[in-house]
């Protein structure tokens, strides 16, 4: 039978990739079932088990592509409502290793689905099928075997639209978030509704607004998003870290004045070194491209926190021996970083004593500073000391 439906191209590489909806098919049918007690359960084609379809060849017709994830065989097919009829898809998809995997899945009607002969997916009921519940319906655990594996569908029109949506996905846990009694006490209800505006399904498991959270994976794919600036910047920089890897560009807008601006300066220079890019128009509006990848520079040295830090270059100030601290460049953009040009104008009004910042040491008792010089915090590896500070810098 020819179509001649714009919609529809054949398609004569039909296997599809694992991880990504299945919209090249072969389809056969449609076998009329009004006279049918059970057609789920009725053979229209013969070992529908073992089948292995074959391109124009028994009553299967060439690949047909699909232009999207709803696979609308009563456009295709030209079958209007009311005419109970079943259909048949057939395609393949590799899988990179013997594995389990997830079958997303929507339908308006009776629909049975196979992998690889075994019957997986077995739904007889009627219901109406909407864009939004490939995702809602319960994502139902398949086991796949390296390389090729055979997807057959069997599909029922009766009283509701003839189609359906099919995809096998890499497994996606839900995940919860704890800490101990004090971290159940901070706030993340503004980061948790930025993840809600973004489509995540977000959960509090005890006290609102705070961990335990629990968090169902895959769902954020990008958009729009509007955060509180005066309250924290690690809110944004959760943000800024995890939305380059969703499929769609997004856009943070900042409502009111954006405070620890040094933090997120660090975060877009992270990012830059791992290959990734966001930008931001006065730290007002962010924008972050998707579909990015993190790639590896190979070596990276995380910065210390200079607030923790700061303890120390006070006690070196103050005490009458040597103090070392790791893991600091002078050229750190931390805020608190500018302890030390207090403790030097202190010492200079005759209150204190200076602190000398040199290769991998904060000595107390010196007059000056030595350029260029490191303080490090949090290693005692003694490679670091001569390091440079660009290598030490985010």
Known sequence: MEHNIQQYIKDPLYTSDFGQGNRTWLLAGPFPAAEVDAPLDHPFLADEADLTARPGQGGWSEPIYFFDDRIDLGAYFDVGVGARTVAYGFTWFDAPADQQAELWIGSDEGLRVWINGEIVYDYTRRRTYRDDEIVQEKKLPVRLRKGENRLLVKSVQEF???????NICEPEADFTIDGDQYMRERPIEHLGDALLTLGAQVSYRKKAGCPPILLRGGLVKGGNVSIRGDISSQYLTALLMAL??????????IQGEQVSKPYL???LGMLKIFGVTASHENYQTFNIPGNQTYRSPGGFLIEGDASSASYFFGAAAIGHGPVRVHGLGKNSVQGDYQFLDTIELMAKAGIGKLVECGPGKVLGGLVK???PGITTFGTDSSQLFNSTVEEMSV
Do not use: C, V
């Open 244 to 253: 380059p890897l969703a499929t769609d560009d997004s856009n943070i807008t």
């Open 369 to 371: 500073r030595i350029q």
């Open 265 to 267: 300066d660090i975060t």
């Open 160 to 166: 509701s639209d003839f189609q359906f949506a099919l």
